[in-house]
């Protein structure tokens, strides 16, 4: 995984929290997360330990970092706020492309981390609060938006966005668990989830 944040305070503080994110990816990914201290992390970064406490609260708080990065989250809303200017089955397709192929770079960290958000629930939380919650605000917002210039029928807004984002979240965890035809055919699976969403499966 190269870990490439947004910008987050000046130049130099900057290229740290990058390397620090670049040292924990690579390290969650061969160890695992449990088995990788912070120790370990801040030696690889070439860095002592108690700097990475100035950039991250945690090692938990590393991980939430490196979610962000995968997703490139702070750079979302800007993406989605320019998508209301184009085709919004075209905004879906190239969002899943690019955000979804920048995420399976990273395969074999998301082996390694994913499963602390389901058995550690502080951790779970921050996610949900950091990482998913704000995604689920901004796309609530984009279809509301849709539906308001008459570019979507109206739906149930949350409940919509929430099974979306389900989905999408499902197709990874069928990659990680290795199922074939997904993985054979992942650079279809853009178009198929599009045809599913804005026609449906009724003759």
């Known amino acids: 995984m190269r870990a490439q944040c947004g910008p987050s305070g000046n130049d130099h503080a900057r290229t740290r929290r990058q390397e620090i994110l670049q040292a924990a990816a690579e390290l969650f990914a061969e160890k695992g997360y449990q088995r990788t201290s912070v120790r370990e992390i801040a030696d690889s970064a070439g860095i002592a330990p108690g700097t990475i406490y ?12 490196l979610m962000k990065c995968l997703a490139e ?19 879906l397709t190239t969002m899943f492309r690019n955000r979804m192929g920048r995420v399976i770079e990273s395969e074999e960290m998301l ?7 389901l058995v550690q629930p502080a951790l779970r939380e921050q996610f949900r609060r950091e990482f998913v919650a704000p995604v689920i605000e901004l796309m609530e917002e984009y279809v ?8 979507l029928r109206p739906v149930d807004v949350p409940l919509t966005v929430r099974a979306v984002q389900s989905m999408f979240i499902g197709m990874l965890l069928m990659r990680i668990l290795d199922d ?13 989830v599009a045809t599913l969403l804005f026609e449906g499966l009724s003759p």
Do not use: C, H, N
Not at 54 to 65: N, P, Q, R
Not at 73 to 91: H, I, M, N, T
């Open 180 to 192: 074939d035809p997904l993985r054979e055919r992942w650079d279809e699976m853009p178009e198929a």
């Open 144 to 151: 509301e938006t849709r539906i308001e210039q008459g570019d």
């Open 54 to 65: 100035l950039y991250f609260d945690s090692k938990g708080d590393l991980l939430i970092g």
């Open 111 to 117: 082996r390694a981390i994913l499963p602390q958000m």
């Open 73 to 91: 989250l702070e750079d979302l809303g800007e993406e989605v706020a320019q998508a209301l200017e184009s085709d919004a089955r075209a905004f």
